[in-house]
């Protein structure tokens, strides 16, 4: 069955730099956009990026545009996330997410998510 298995992720100061991964398997990757969302303590997950299958669009969430970008392998079935100049109102749990739509901003819009990972930024 699909499956998204995510990596990366950890604590780092304000100002650094982290990169999550994201490997995908039990589908075809190349067939379906991918997208990053974050889910902060007592607040709904929301939209970071996203990228079309063919890499050719990506769409940002205003607070992150400029510091992160996203990125896919589809040689590989992977998709990444660098993130630099990490803000303390960064912290959250990351989830990548595949979708067959075209390039969504809804957690509505995914089919397949990973399991999460947390990143945290120290001030």
């Given at each position: 069955?699909a499956?998204?298995?995510?990596?990366?992720?950890?604590?780092?100061?304000?100002?650094?730099?982290?990169?999550?991964?994201?490997?995908?398997?039990?589908?075809?990757?190349?067939?379906?956009?991918?997208?990053?969302?974050?889910?902060?303590p007592?607040?709904?997950?929301?939209?970071?990026?996203?990228?079309?299958?063919?890499?050719?669009?990506?769409?940002?969430?205003?607070?992150?545009?400029?510091?992160?970008?996203?990125?896919?392998?589809?040689?590989?079935?992977?998709?990444?996330?660098?993130?630099n100049?990490?803000?303390?109102?960064?912290?959250?749990?990351?989830?990548?997410?595949?979708?067959?739509?075209?390039?969504?901003?809804?957690?509505?819009?995914?089919?397949?998510?990973?399991?999460?990972?947390?990143?945290?930024?120290?001030?």
């Amino acid at each position: 069955q699909a499956q998204l298995v995510q990596s990366g992720g950890g604590l780092v100061q304000a100002g650094g730099s982290l990169r999550l991964s994201c490997a995908a398997s039990g589908f075809t990757f190349k067939d379906y956009a991918m997208g990053w969302f974050r889910q902060a303590p007592g607040k709904e997950r929301e939209f970071v990026a996203v990228i079309s299958r063919s890499t050719i669009k990506q769409f940002y969430a205003e607070s992150v545009k400029d510091r992160f970008t996203v990125s896919r392998d589809n040689a590989v079935n992977t998709l990444a996330l660098q993130m630099n100049d990490l803000k303390p109102e960064d912290k959250a749990i990351y989830y990548c997410a595949a979708t067959e739509n075209r390039t969504p901003t809804t957690v509505e819009g995914y089919d397949y998510w990973g399991q999460g990972t947390q990143v945290t930024v120290s001030s």
